[in-house]
């Protein structure tokens, strides 16, 4: 046979392949009877391009919005996956369903191979059991001197944004390592190192539709010089990864009786390969990079919200007074939970900011129902958080910051139900207490009468600078300008922050 016609009949194998792909995505799929676009259910090109390239990436979110607009409540977005927007449906997060994550979606965090990114649920129960309880509520009691001290450091804010990721990455990697990045130490919070986070994000979305290869790519082949032209802060990300690695291995050499996540992994029951060094620090790595994004911006919008309303800063700072006058002392972080306003302007925080992306899972065994509708088994099935917590019906006017919404006790109940920022089910966060204890604690030191400065906005555009524009999985704006303040210090005299 000549090359030229077995080029032909290669040609005419994969243009058969792909019709017969399309047609049966299109008309005889279990899927087909679910409404959507016909170009999102052919391909999935369509979300790549929302994902990887519209308006700089991360705005599918968008057009599944617009898509349940038109089509109602479930939607088909993908030739895979299902959507619901509808706040009153969690059935597949149920911790009995013991659903699976999809490997295809969760591949912006790299190799399925620790507890986040485990795709069936029987290898996330083993993960998970093995670091649970470096989580009890004894360990997150210890944690708390270390964030304490942390927190003195916050008073050198420059960038608000930048100030509070740095303090989300010294907090979790202090509480998984025992020994912070030091990013607080650094003169401009690492700023470098936090706009490559979000150059991460991107990346990650792109390795999704890409099959794994873009990271694969970026960390084995990419030179320094390269990796560092397109975005200096590249070597901060590479530098999360080996000074993981550095601290992992100071951990297990450390005794038996060191309280380390590292030590949690090496005497838990896990198979003996997955008690390696590299697997501990992916492990711990994912644990920390989980803590920062996350924390970090959930801060920086809660900050942006109070210092732009005033009368809400001061109804928090005369409350936390109240408090420090109760206890002669900086309160706890068990007594910072007890204050009602305060407790507001977290869950107001949580709601409007947290996690951006939606939560995909799969049922292998079972099939689902929603509205009467059977939702095959194996399905990837998905909601997203933050369209329960813009829902108008439950939060009105949800777009505004407004604390006082939780004040009333049966209205504080109702909500609660539709508050869900870190997640549900089996594989809902596993570092909740100590995101509440970091929050918490930096807004009770922040607005405390003992804080000796205090913050202005300066020069900041809401849509452009704060607004949750990308979904890299977090949540991003727009721009990269970060969120500005003078910070006016009680003794006198204004620095200026950028
Ligand atoms: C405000 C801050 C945080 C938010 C909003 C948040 C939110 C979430 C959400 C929604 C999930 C589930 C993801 C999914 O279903 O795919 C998750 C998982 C996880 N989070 Fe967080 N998180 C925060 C802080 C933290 C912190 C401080 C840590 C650790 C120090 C952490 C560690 C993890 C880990 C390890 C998982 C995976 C759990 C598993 O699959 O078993 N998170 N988080």
């Known amino acids: ?137 004894a360990a997150i009691a210890r944690h708390q001197p270390e964030v304490e001290r942390l927190l003195r450091g916050t008073e050198k804010v420059v960038r608000l944004d930048d100030a509070f990721r740095a303090l989300a990455t010294d907090g979790a990697t202090g509480f998984a390592f025992r020994k912070p990045f030091g990013h607080l130490d650094s003169p401009d919070f690492e700023h470098a190192g936090n706009r490559a986070l979000r150059m991460l994000g991107w990346l990650g979305v792109v390795n999704r539709h890409l099959r794994g290869v873009v990271l694969w790519g970026f960390k084995t082949l990419m030179p320094q010089w390269l990796a560092l032209k397109i975005n200096p802060g590249s ?84 409350e936390v007074k109240v408090a420090y006058e109760k206890y002669g002392q900086p309160p706890t972080f068990q007594e910072l939970r007890e204050l009602p306003y305060l407790g507001g302007v977290v869950n107001e925080g949580l709601r409007l900011d947290s996690i951006a992306g939606r939560l995909p899972r799969l049922d292998p065994k079972n099939d689902l129902v929603y509205e009467g509708l059977v939702i095959p088994k194996g399905t990837y099935i998905s909601t997203t958080q933050k369209d329960t917590h813009f829902c108008a019906d439950i939060f009105s006017d949800p777009h505004d910051f407004r604390p006082e919404r939780w004040l009333d006790v049966a209205e504080r109940k109702r909500l609660s ?30 607005f405390s009468p003992e804080a000796g400065f205090e913050l202005e906005l300066h020069d900041i555009d809401f849509e452009q600078d704060v607004h949750f524009f990308h979904d890299f999985f977090s949540p991003f704006p727009m721009s990269t300008r970060g969120i500005r303040a003078f910070v006016r210090w009680e003794k006198g005299g204004v620095n200026e922050c950028y």
Request: proline share 6%; net charge positive.
């Open 1 to 137: 046979m000549s090359t030229s016609s077995a080029t032909a009949q290669l040609a005419a194998l994969i243009i058969t392949a792909l019709t017969a792909r399309s047609i049966y995505r299109l008309f005889l799929g279990p899927l087909s009877k679910f409404p959507g676009p016909k170009i999102a259910a052919l391909t999935s090109l369509y979300e790549a391009y929302y994902d990887c390239y519209k308006d700089g990436g991360g705005r599918y979110y968008i057009e599944i919005n617009r898509m349940h607009d038109e089509y109602g409540p479930i939607v088909r977005i993908n030739p895979w996956e299902l959507h619901i927007r509808d706040p009153n449906w969690n059935e597949v997060y149920k911790v009995a369903r013991r659903a699976h994550k999809p490997l295809w979606y969760y591949r912006f965090l790299g190799p399925p191979d620790n507890a986040f990114s485990s795709v069936c649920a029987e290898s996330h129960r083993r993960r998970r059991e093995a670091i649970n309880p470096y989580f009890s509520p």
């Open 235 to 318: 070597l901060g990300v590479r530098g999360f990864y080996t000074t993981s690695l550095g601290l992992s291995e100071g951990c297990a050499e450390k005794g038996e009786a060191e309280t380390d996540l590292v030590r949690q992994i090496l005497n838990s029951n896990l198979p003996p390969h997955e008690k390696t060094l590299a697997f501990i620090t992916r492990e711990s790595c994912a644990v920390a990079l989980a803590g920062t994004e996350s924390t970090g911006s959930v801060l920086s919008v809660t900050v942006y919200h109070l210092l732009s309303h005033p009368e809400r800063t001061a109804r928090l700072r005369a």
């Open 417 to 446: 139900r539709y508050l869900a920022p870190f997640g549900r089910g089996a594989r809902s966060c596993i570092g909740t207490e100590i995101a509440l204890m970091e929050i918490y604690l930096c807004l009770g030191r922040l």
